[in-house]
């Protein structure tokens, strides 16, 4: 491909890239009502939202999300899970860098996760660290921290998030590995403080090079369990589980206590997935996250509306100022 089409696509790509940011800014209604209907194929009605997408995107455009903010963002959010009590479900911190030229990696241990504190799929573990490419690993960290997450997906809670590149232990839970090859996310789902329902996912894909990211779906298994441990394939659509069946998997040893978590980190919020580890019989903190699923048709239809009833706006705390980029 000669230079002059290179120019063009990357002249392309800005101009739609600003076309969007002053889209979303200046008419949230309008954009959020486009994404909604290209995601799921059919019109929002944010005068009287009902199921669980809805209601996300109301809040979106008319709640104060500011603490969605702080707490969306991996590096902060560990500020919250320590006041809420609960230091010692978070893996240790071994750096931060505004910077991916300043990261030392002779200071981080062999094995470590490293990562950006913004968006999505933008985890790199390294599990040999004398076999990894650090350089490439720099240079990809040095290319994730100049994009700006959430702007087409209009999730305007990550727009202001100060990026930074974060080190973190590397989780190992020796108690699983006959179940799946990575660590098992167990995501809940919580809807005014309480726990309402947990996808699994399994075999989510482990590196040895550094160089792949977490979060790979090549050979991902996923389950659906309500808190009761039931599963629940009959809320679940095709679409979860895209890459082979149902996930069977025995309840977690820690569950009571990841449910008591959940409880506590939630409490504030009108819905809010919580992501945790199980790690050789102790709870971790993965990650909170305001938006989940992006609109995706995890669920049936008839599950996204009961969901929905359950979610309260009327109590909601609501935005006091435009939206900011």
């Keep these: 491909m000669n230079s002059l089409i290179l120019r063009f696509l990357s002249l392309y790509s800005f101009l739609s890239q600003k076309i969007h940011e002053a889209w979303a800014v200046l008419f949230p209604v309008n954009y959020i009502k486009r994404i909604y209907r290209k995601t799921l194929n059919r019109r929002i009605d944010l005068q009287k939202p009902r199921d669980f997408n809805e209601k996300i995107e109301w809040l979106k455009i008319y709640s104060d999300t500011s603490m969605w903010t702080d707490l969306a963002d991996k590096y902060k959010v560990r500020e919250y899970v320590n006041n809420c009590g609960l230091d010692n479900i978070l893996p240790k911190l071994y750096g931060t ?128 369990y309500d808190i009761d441990w039931n599963i629940r394939n009959d809320v679940v659509s095709q679409n979860l589980f895209a890459h082979g069946e149902s996930l069977i998997i025995p309840r977690p040893q820690t569950f009571s206590r990841m449910v008591e978590v959940c409880r506590l980190l939630s409490k504030p919020f009108p819905v809010v997935r919580v992501d945790l580890y199980q790690v050789n019989n102790q709870v971790y903190f993965g990650e909170m996250t305001f938006t989940p699923g992006g609109n995706r048709n995890y669920f049936t239809q008839e599950y996204f509306l009961e969901l929905g009833s359950k979610i309260d706006l009327a109590s909601v705390k609501m935005r006091k100022r435009r939206f900011i980029i």
């Design 97 to 224: 860098w505004e910077r991916a030229e300043d990261i030392d990696f002779g200071q981080l241990p062999d094995k470590f996760v490293i990562k950006t504190n913004h968006g999505y799929k933008k985890t790199i573990i390294v599990q040999d660290k004398s076999r990894a490419d650090l350089e490439a690993i720099r240079g990809r960290l040095k290319k994730w921290l100049k994009e700006r997450y959430g702007l087409r997906s209009f999730e305007p809670h990550y727009w202001n998030i100060r990026r930074l590149i974060i080190a973190e232990e590397y989780l190992i839970d020796t108690s699983s590995s006959s179940l799946s090859t990575s660590l098992i996310d167990y995501k809940i789902f919580c809807i005014n403080g309480e726990p309402e329902i947990v996808v699994v996912l399994a075999d989510r894909g482990n590196m040895t090079d550094g160089l792949t990211q977490r979060g790979s779906e090549q050979g991902l298994r996923a389950g659906v």
